[in-house]
Each structure stands twice: as C-alpha cells, then as structure tokens.
Nanobody, 116 residues
Framework: QVQLLESGGGLVQAGGSLRLSCAAS??????MAWYRQAPGKQRELVAG???????NYADSVKGRFTISRGNAKNTMYLQMTSLKPEDTAVYYC????????????WGQGTQVTVSS
C-alpha cells in the first residue's frame, strides 16, 4: 500500500519559516517533489529532487525554499523561509520514476497558512 505522509504545516506570519516533511512507503521511486494547491487554484509544482540530489524549483520560491532528502531516502523536506501570504496552500508530496514520470499517488497534505 502506497503511503505519502506530509507534516510540518501551520500558521506563520509573513517573513517566517516552516519546515515540511514527507515520508513515502509502499513504492519504489527515484524522484520526489512538493506540490501545493491554494483555494480556487490548480495544484502546482513547488520543488523536486532526484535520488542524486538534483533539484528544481518554481520561480516563485527560488531563493526562499530549499528541498532536500533525508538519510533515509524515502524522506523529503522543504525548508521554507521568507514566507509570503501567497504561499498559503495545502502542500503535498509526490514520488516518481524520473523528472518526466510521476506516480499519481497523493497524501492528505499539510496546510500552510501565512498571515500578513
């Protein structure tokens, strides 16, 4: 059974920081990524990382967010700094075989709310 478990969300003031965590199990994968979905908007890619450590970021978060993988390769983190109200969304993790092949499994997400 595939499980994606996100945690670490919360309410923070603009300019603050949060660290999200994701633990994946039940499936073999190489790439991991964070997505987010704000109310009334489509889910969008925030950042991705390969098993080798190559990363990719959405322009809107470059320089503010850092994606990483844990020593246990089934874990992933998103360090978010200089948070803005527009970062408010439910954050989800996703796993895949490569940059172009992503599995359609989603966790329950973790809510991030940034107040102005």
């Amino acid at each position: 059974q595939v499980q994606l478990l996100e945690s670490g969300g919360g309410l923070v003031q603009a300019g603050g920081s949060l660290r999200l965590s994701c633990a994946a199990s039940g499936i073999s994968f190489s790439t991991m990524a964070w997505y987010r979905q704000a109310p009334g908007k489509q889910r969008e890619l925030v950042a991705g990382i390969t098993s080798g450590g190559s990363t990719n970021y959405a322009d809107s978060v470059k320089g503010r967010f850092t994606i990483s993988r844990g020593n246990a390769k089934n874990t992933m983190y998103l360090q978010m700094t200089s948070l803005k109200p527009e970062d408010t969304a439910v954050y989800y993790c996703r796993v895949g075989a490569s940059w172009s092949v992503w599995y359609n499994y989603w966790g329950q997400g973790t809510q991030v709310t940034v107040s102005s």
